[in-house]
């Protein structure tokens, strides 16, 4: 995957099960990291899977400024970017095990876009009328001059990158 598009979906975390207090990008490459990344990434999977299908049986926690609201709408965004015969993979990076948590990224990967496609990307995401945030409008409508601010905020907080 030599170029692409990265948009960080949502911050989320889950029960931890019983990992270790940890931050993923200290580890090393030994067998028992090689391990505890392995079991944290079933565990975002399952917790991910089950909110996807509507059970309980999993916590799956999305942070509050994240860029869509739940798994269902970042799937959702997945499929229709597909239909524009795009290749996509929907990852997630592991941040840590703390207090509990088992915290990550989910990310939409667009394989193939450079940053000259940024504009057109945006804008097919906007049309789409899929992302809740993008669709909520100006929540302060009494001072008109911050939409443009509110929509700059959405789109920092999904951190679009490019890698080329």
């Known amino acids: 995957m030599d170029t692409y598009a990265e948009l960080r979906c949502y911050f989320g975390l889950t029960a931890c099960g019983n990992l270790p207090e940890v931050q993923f990008d200290k580890l090393g490459q030994d067998v028992r990291d090689l391990d505890l990344g392995n079991r944290a990434r079933q565990m975002i999977r ?3 899977d089950a909110s996807y299908e509507g059970k309980k049986s999993y916590r799956l926690t999305i942070g509050f400024d994240s860029f869509v609201k739940d798994e269902t709408e970042a799937r959702t965004l997945s499929d229709f970017i597909r239909k524009e015969r795009l290749d996509i ?8 095990v703390i207090h509990g948590d ?7 990967e667009i394989i193939g876009l450079k940053k000259r496609d940024r504009s057109w990307l945006k804008k097919l995401i906007k049309d789409s009328r899929i992302v809740t945030s993008l669709n909520v409008g100006n929540p302060y409508p009494w001072v008109p001059e911050y939409a443009q601010v509110y929509e700059r905020k959405i789109w920092k907080d999904a951190s679009l990158k490019f890698f080329e």
């Open 46 to 48: 399952n917790a991910i």
């Open 102 to 108: 088992l915290r990550f990224y989910r990310n939409l």
């Open 89 to 96: 993979e929907l990852t997630f990076t592991l941040c840590d």
